[in-house]
């Protein structure tokens, strides 16, 4: 999509040398595209390229426990996990780290950002073993986690998905962000101290049996209805724009 506005306003550039009537149709066909918010979104997606690498960050902040790219979690709650996870580290060497961004590219799983992510900032098996990325999204409500092999002999994979997908994600679709991830790091931290698990929220089960979100045949079919609607003001405008080009010929 953001390839398509590229396109569509390099048109519309070249536009005047054509008509000033294809001018002024080609910004109107932006501004109607953009009502329709189908290009304003993926304008703000976050690339994994846009992400510093560990060092870097360090440098910055001081710290690599909370990287809050969003600005939506509070100073409180920053503390609190970046000292739940030094202290978690000094008593099983495993680190933690939470990462909040406000969205990545509508078309790219959430699993898959975090998994990139991980790969930069920990390139080999050995570097990963005993690191947990914690990724949240917040304008798109998405969550997800990447552990280590180290990691994963203590934390199941059934626990780990279960934490960003029901502990995590059911705060954030209700934009309860600082909630989100300070359950989800309570809920990893008993985990990897070698407590029970607490499991998922009481309200995530109920809310299971009758959720009104959307589900990800639903999410597809709405990205298909986008499409749709693209085709259609194409369809509009085309014309329009042809019958004006005629009408500006000597």
Known sequence: MKNLLQRL?????????????????????????????????????????????????KTL??????????EVLSALTKSTIANKAVKLAEQTGIEVHVVAIQRIDLGQPASEFAAELFDKWFPTEAEKANQVLLLLATEDHRTAIQTGSKVKEVLPESIA?????????????????????????????????????????LLVVEES????????????????NVVVILLLILATLLPMATYYWLQGKP
């Open 9 to 57: 306003w390099c048109f519309v550039q070249a536009l005047p040398k054509i008509s000033q009537g294809l001018q002024r149709l080609g910004f109107g066909a932006i501004a109607l595209l953009i009502s329709f918010n189908l290009l304003m979104v993926p304008a703000f997606a976050l690339q994994v390229s846009d992400i510093p690498d560990l060092a870097e960050i």
């Open 61 to 70: 902040t001081d710290q690599t426990w909370v990287i809050d790219d969003s």
């Open 161 to 201: 998905t279960s934490i960003a997908d029901e502990t995590m994600l059911y705060p954030a679709r209700k934009a309860n962000y600082n909630q989100a991830v300070n359950e989800g790091m309570s809920r990893l931290e008993a985990v990897l101290k070698g407590n029970p698990d607490p499991g998922a929220p």
């Open 209 to 224: 049996e009758t959720s009104n979100y959307a589900t990800k045949e639903e999410t597809e079919a709405s990205s298909s």
